[in-house]
């Protein structure tokens, strides 16, 4: 499978034009998948190693990747607004997309912020696959998730413990994937990251 060429975009959103970033695998498309990057305000932008990991595992899937800079980072317009306006951003690039390539399956991954924002995206799109990288529970309001979520954390993540991950996690009965030997941006173990997400949500 050969990717199209990167495409950058300006879609419209709330507070003006959000920068979007995709890659169309063409022909028998078989989702959309969403991946959100982490805090804009401590460096995070579309560009991060494990947002562009994720985006190549979806696809390599044959998803449609997508991905997009929060306010204020990049050509996106705005500034931070701790989740909200970055979850209505998501909502208003998600129709954009379904308006341009028809009613895919959804896919929502986020890490760390991002994937406290695709939790909050999930509770309005309802998608079947939803997946949580480094969650940044205990930073911010993490919302309960549907059971089929796949959560990854770090072994060693000194940004979110895994212990407030898993005492987020106990009283939904959510199962949280742990990598062992790895910190909160998963250095060195980004295929393995990669083989986790291929093998438990196939796109």
């Given at each position: 499978?050969?990717?199209?060429?990167?495409?950058?975009?300006?879609?419209?959103?709330?507070?003006?034009?959000l920068?979007?970033?995709?890659?169309?695998?063409?022909?028998?498309?078989?989702?959309?998948a969403l991946?959100?990057?982490?805090?804009?305000?401590?460096?995070?932008?579309?560009?991060?190693?494990?947002?562009?990991?994720?985006?190549?595992?979806?696809?390599?899937?044959?998803?449609?990747?997508?991905?997009?800079?929060?306010?204020?980072?990049?050509?996106?317009?705005?500034?931070?607004?701790?989740?909200?306006?970055?979850?209505?951003?998501?909502?208003?690039?998600?129709?954009?997309?379904r308006?341009?390539?028809?009613?895919?399956?959804?896919?929502?991954?986020?890490?760390?912020?991002?994937?406290?924002?695709?939790?909050?995206?999930?509770?309005?799109?309802?998608?079947?696959?939803?997946?949580?990288?480094?969650?940044?529970?205990?930073?911010?309001?993490?919302?309960?998730?549907?059971?089929?979520?796949?959560?990854v954390?770090?072994?060693?993540?000194?940004?979110v413990?895994?212990?407030?991950?898993?005492?987020w996690?106990?009283?939904?009965?959510?199962?949280?994937?742990?990598?062992?030997?790895?910190?909160?941006?998963?250095?060195?173990?980004?295929?393995?990251?990669?083989?986790?997400?291929?093998?438990?949500?196939?796109?």
């Amino acid at each position: 499978m050969k990717p199209s060429a990167e495409e950058r975009l300006l879609l419209p959103g709330p507070a003006g034009n959000l920068e979007v970033v995709l890659n169309d695998p063409g022909g028998e498309r078989r989702g959309l998948a969403l991946i959100a990057h982490p805090h804009p305000l401590h460096g995070g932008s579309l560009d991060n190693k494990v947002v562009q990991t994720l985006a190549k595992t979806f696809f390599r899937q044959g998803c449609v990747a997508v991905r997009m800079n929060f306010r204020g980072v990049g050509a996106s317009d705005g500034v931070f607004d701790a989740g909200r306006g970055e979850t209505r951003d998501w909502l208003a690039v998600a129709q954009a997309l379904r308006d341009r390539f028809g009613d895919l399956p959804l896919s929502l991954a986020g890490f760390s912020f991002g994937a406290f924002v695709q939790a909050q995206v999930a509770q309005e799109l309802r998608p079947p696959r939803l997946v949580l990288v480094a969650p940044a529970v205990g930073r911010f309001p993490v919302p309960a998730v549907p059971e089929h979520t796949l959560v990854v954390h770090g072994e060693q993540d000194d940004v979110v413990p895994l212990a407030e991950v898993l005492d987020w996690a106990r009283p939904q009965s959510l199962a949280v994937v742990v990598l062992p030997g790895t910190g909160h941006f998963f250095h060195g173990k980004l295929v393995e990251l990669a083989g986790i997400v291929q093998r438990s949500c196939p796109c």
